[in-house]
C-alpha cells in the first residue's frame, strides 16, 4: 500500500548521457530474445545428421566403384537437405518477423520521461516501471512500490505472492500480480538470474514431441541393424558368390541404402516448418514448434472467460444504490475517485472511469491495488467536506456474507451474463486482513461484457472435435456460466464455485470431468484444475491474457496466451495468438492434426520399406544368392513409391484426430506389409532364377524383382493414400505410369539396367504382386478392427 499524502519525489532514471556511457561499457542487457534457431544452426542440424554420415559414406563407394547412376541416392539425400534447409529458413523468417510483433517493450524512466524500449536497450541503473503483468526483465532493487506484488514462483516455485517494498531485491523472470511501482536495473545480459538459468535453451525449445521422440527411436533401432547387415552382405556377395569385389560393394549398398528411412525425418520438419508459415499468416506465433504437434493432441481446452470468450474492454450498464439514504451524485464521485486512485486500473475499473470521470476534491491517502486472489480493491480518501473514508470495491460475493439480502439481486443480475462489483465503505484500516468484516454496501456497478463474435462457433468446433471446453474464470460463477450459455457452451446451464470445489487432486478431477464452467476460481486453483485434469490422462491446453493465468499457462501441456495479454503469460505460453482472435485456435488445431496425420501415413511407407529391405538381406544371406537389386533399381522404386508421394501426402489436409502411440501406430503396418513385400519379391526373385537358364541372366532376374517390388509397393501407396480424391487417385497414376515410361524408353531402360525378356516371368511377377495385394488388403482390414483409427 502506498500513502499519495506524502509521496516521495520521484525517480528520474538516467540522462541520456549516463545511457551512452553505459552502451560504451557494454553494461546492455545484451540477451537476444529468439523464437528460432540460428542460420548456422539450421544448416548444422539438417546437413549433420547421423543418416547423411552414412548415405555420404555409401555415396562416396559408390562413386569409386561406379557408376554414377548407381549413386543416384546421393543426389537425392542433397536434394531433400537443401530443401528441408530452405523450408526452416522460410519458417526462422516467420517466427523471427511475428516476435518482433509480440515482444513486450518495458517502460523505462530516463530524464524523467517515461519511454517504452526494446528489452536489448536496457542498460545497467536504467530505471524500470512496473505495473500489473509486466514481467521482470532484468534483476534489480525497488526504489518506488505501491501496493507491489510480484509472484516468482516460475523462478522459486513459491506460488504466493511477495509484497515488495522500497530497498527489496526483484529477479528477472518474476512478474507483478498487483500493483505497480519501479526498479533500478542491477543485473542485465547474460548476468540476470533467469539469464543464467536459460543459459543453455532460447525460447526455440523442443519441448515433449511424441513424433520426433518416436522417430529417434525408430531411427535408433534401424542404425544397430545396418552394420551386421552390411558385414553379411560383403561376405555373401563376395566370398559365397564370388563377385569381384566392386559387384559386391554396389551390391552391399543397394542391400542397406532402402533401409534407411532418410526422407521421414526431412518430411517431418517439412512438415512443421510449413505449419509455422501457414499459422504465421493468421498471426499465430508459434514459440516452440511441437506446440502444433500437441494442440492437436488436446482433448481438453481450459478457458478464462476475460479476454477469451468475452473481449478486454466492458460498459457500465447500470448503477444500483443500495443505501436508502445515499446520494447517487456522491456515489459517482467515490467511483471517480478509485479510477483516479489506481494508475494502472484494469478492464472493469476502466469501465467505471469512462463512465464516471469525475472524481475531483476527493485526495487518496491510501491505496490497495485489485488482487485476482483477494478479489477486490481499496482506497482512502478525504473527501470534500474534508471527512476521511475507507472505500472497498470488488465482489459482492466476496466482501458481503453468505445470505446477505444483496447477494440474491446480484445473483439475478449474474443469470443475465451480466458482471457486478460491489462499492462498499469499510469500517476498518485497508491493511487490516479482517478489512471485509463489517462493510457497509452502498452500490452495485454493473457491467456488461462484450462477448467475442467468433467464440460460439469455436466452442461449436472444439464440441465437434470431440475436445471438451472448460471455462475456468475468476468471476462469479453464475455469470460466468450466463456467458458461456449465450454461446452454447453444453453444461454451461450448471455453473459450479470453485471455492466449494474439494482440493483432493482425485475428488478434484471427477468434478472437473461433470462440469463444464467453474467460477471464482483463484489462479493457485487453475494451476491445480489443469493438474487434475492431466492426471487423468487428459491433454490439457490452457488460454489466457492476465497474470492470473500464468502458473496454469505453464503447467498445461499447451499454453496459448493472447497478443495483448501480459507480459508474463506471453513469456511462458507456446503459442501467442498475435491477433487475439480466440477464431485462430481451430486453425492451430487442424495444422497440428494435418502434420500428425500424415506424418503418421507416410511414415508407414518408408518404415514398410526398411522391413523390406532388411528382410531380403537377410534372405539373401541365408540363401547364398546374389543380392537381386542394384542402388539404381531401389533408388528408382523409393522415389516413384515413396519419396514424390510421401511429399504430397505429408502437406495434405487432414482433419483426423491425433491419436497416442505414434511408433506402435505406425509398425502396427509397416511391419506385416515389409514382411509380405519381402517375402513375395524375393519369391518371384527365386522363380526367375529357375526359369531363366545361362550365366548371364541377373539382369532379367533382377528385372523380375524389380517388377514385383514396384507393384507391391504401389499397392502399399494406393492403400495409405485413403481415402481417395481426385488428386491422390491422380498422384498413384502418375506414379505407375512413370514406371512405364522407364520399362518404354531404350536409353532409360539402359540407365536402369532393366529389361523384362519374355512374357512368362512378368506375368508371373504381376500374379505373385496380386496375391501379395490380396494380403496387404487382408492386414490392413485386420490392422484397422484390432487397431482402429
Not at 38 to 66: D, H, K, Q, Y
Not at 758 to 764: E, K, L, S
Request: aromatic share 6%; hydrophobic share 45%.
Amino acid at each position: 500500500m502506498s500513502d499519495p499524502a506524502h509521496p516521495p519525489a520521484p525517480h528520474t532514471g538516467l540522462t541520456k548521457a549516463e545511457v551512452a556511457e553505459r552502451v560504451a561499457r557494454g553494461e546492455v542487457n545484451d540477451v537476444p530474445v529468439r523464437s528460432s534457431r540460428s542460420t548456422a544452426e539450421i544448416v548444422r542440424a539438417n546437413v549433420f545428421t547421423r543418416f547423411n554420415a552414412i548415405i555420404g559414406v555409401l555415396f562416396l563407394i559408390i562413386l569409386v566403384v561406379g557408376p554414377i547412376q548407381d549413386g543416384l541416392f546421393g543426389f537425392v539425400i542433397v536434394a531433400n537437405t537443401a530443401i528441408g534447409i530452405i523450408q526452416e529458413l522460410r519458417a526462422k523468417k516467420t517466427l523471427d518477423s511475428l516476435a518482433v510483433i509480440g515482444e513486450a517493450k518495458p517502460t523505462v524512466r530516463r530524464d524523467g520521461v517515461p519511454t517504452a524500449i526494446a528489452t536489448g536497450e536496457i542498460v545497467l541503473g536504467d530505471l524500470i516501471e512496473l505495473g500489473p503483468g509486466d514481467k521482470c526483465v532484468v534483476d534489480g532493487e525497488v526504489v518506488e512500490a505501491d501496493g507491489l506484488e510480484i509472484d516468482e514462483s516460475l523462478l522459486t516455485g513459491e506460488a504466493d505472492p511477495v509484497l515488495k517494498k522500497p530497498g527489496d531485491k526483484v529477479m528477472s523472470g518474476s512478474f507483478v500480480v498487483a500493483g505497480g511501482g519501479a526498479h533500478t536495473a542491477t543485473k542485465v545480459g547474460r548476468e540476470a538470474y533467469a539469464a543464467q538459468l536459460a543459459e543453455e535453451a532460447s525460447r526455440f525449445t523442443l519441448v515433449h514431441s511424441e513424433l520426433r521422440t518416436g522417430i529417434s527411436q525408430i531411427l535408433k533401432y534401424v542404425t544397430w541393424m545396418m552394420l551386421p547387415t552390411a558385414v553379411g552382405l560383403v561376405i555373401s556377395q563376395l566370398v559365397v558368390q564370388g563377385h569381384d569385389w566392386k559387384e559386391a560393394v554396389r551390391r552391399m549398398v543397394a542391400g542397406i541404402v532402402p533401409m534407411v528411412p532418410e526422407g521421414l525425418v526431412l518430411l517431418t520438419s517439412v512438415a512443421f516448418a510449413i505449419g509455422v508459415i501457414r499459422l504465421g499468416r493468421k498471426q499465430c506465433l508459434v514459440q516452440e514448434l511441437p506446440a502444433i504437434e500437441g494442440l492437436a493432441r488436446v482433448d481438453t481446452v481450459c478457458l478464462d472467460k476475460t479476454g477469451t470468450l468475452t473481449e478486454g474492454g466492458m460498459d457500465v450498464s447500470e448503477l444500483r444504490v443500495l443505501l436508502k439514504n445515499a446520494d447517487e451524485a456522491y456515489v459517482r464521485q467515490v467511483l471517480g475517485a478509485l479510477g483516479e486512485s489506481d494508475p494502472r486500473p484494469n478492464a472493469s475499473l476502466q469501465a467505471i472511469i469512462d463512465a464516471y470521470p469525475d472524481g475531483s476534491g476527493w485526495r487518496c491517502t491510501e491505496s490497495l491495488p485489485f488482487s485476482s486472489a483477494r478479489k477486490y480493491s481499496g482506497a482512502a480518501f478525504n473527501g470534500p467536506d474534508a471527512e476521511s473514508s475507507n472505500w472497498l470495491l470488488g465482489a459482492p460475493d466476496v466482501l458481503l456474507p453468505d445470505g446477505h439480502p444483496s447477494l440474491s439481486e446480484v445473483e439475478q443480475l449474474n443469470a443475465q451474463g451480466l458482471r457486478v462489483l460491489l462499492l462498499a465503505r469499510a469500517e476498518r484500516e485497508l491493511d487490516d486482513p479482517r478489512v471485509v468484516e463489517d462493510v457497509r454496501p452502498t452500490a452495485l456497478v454493473v457491467l456488461e461484457q462484450r462477448l467475442r463474435p467468433d467464440a460460439g462457433e469455436t466452442l461449436r468446433y472444439f464440441a465437434r472435435q470431440d475436445v471438451s471446453a472448460k471455462v475456468i474464470s475468476g468471476d462469479n460463477a453464475v455469470s460466468v456460466g450466463a456467458v458461456a450459455a449465450k454461446l452454447g457452451l453444453p453444461g454451461a446451464e450448471a455453473p459450479v464455485d470453485a471455492r466449494k470445489l474439494p482440493a483432493e487432486k482425485e475428488s478434484m478431477a471427477e468434478a472437473l470431468e461433470g462440469g463444464a464452467v467453474f467460477g471464482r476460481v483463484t489462479p493457485q486453483q487453475k494451476r491445480d484444475m489443469v493438474a487434475a485434469l492431466q492426471s487423468r490422462g487428459h491433454t490439457v491446453a490452457m488460454t489466457g491474457d492476465g497474470v492470473n493465468d500464468v502458473l496454469a499457462l505453464k503447467d498445461a501441456d499447451i499454453g496459448v496466451s493472447m497478443g495483448s495479454g501480459s507480459e508474463a503469460t506471453r513469456a511462458v505460453a507456446q503459442i501467442v495468438l498475435l491477433n487475439n482472435s480466440f477464431a485462430t485456435l481451430p486453425s492451430v488445431v487442424a495444422e497440428g492434426r494435418r502434420v500428425i496425420g500424415n506424418i503418421t501415413r507416410v511414415a508407414t511407407l518408408f518404415l514398410t520399406k526398411t522391413v523390406y529391405s532388411v528382410l531380403l538381406a537377410i534372405l539373401v544371406i541365408c540363401s547364398r544368392v546374389p543380392y537381386p537389386f542394384l542402388p539404381r533399381h531401389l533408388t528408382l522404386l523409393s522415389t516413384l513409391t515413396i519419396g514424390v508421394p510421401a511429399f504430397f501426402l505429408a502437406l495434405a489436409p487432414n482433419t483426423e484426430r491425433a491419436k497416442p502411440h505414434f511408433v506402435r501406430r505406425v509398425m502396427r503396418y509397416a511391419v506385416p506389409a515389409g514382411l509380405i513385400a519381402g517375402l513375395a519379391t524375393f519369391a518371384a526373385y527365386l522363380v526367375s532364377r529357375a526359369y531363366y537358364t545361362g550365366t548371364d541372366t541377373l539382369a532379367a532376374e533382377t528385372s523380375v524383382a524389380t517388377l514385383t517390388l514396384f507393384l507391391i509397393s504401389m499397392w502399399v501407396l494406393a492403400i495409405i493414400a485413403r481415402p481417395y480424391t481426385w488428386w491422390r487417385i491422380a498422384l498413384v497414376l502418375a506414379m505407375g505410369l512413370g514406371f512405364l515410361v522407364v520399362l518404354a524408353t531404350p536409353w532409360l531402360q539402359r540407365f536402369f539396367a532393366l529389361k523384362l525378356v519374355g512374357t512368362t516371368m512378368p506375368w508371373t511377377a504381376v500374379a505373385i504382386s496380386a496375391m501379395a495385394a490380396v494380403a496387404l488388403e487382408l492386414v490392413w482390414r485386420l490392422v484397422g478392427r484390432r487397431f482402429p483409427a
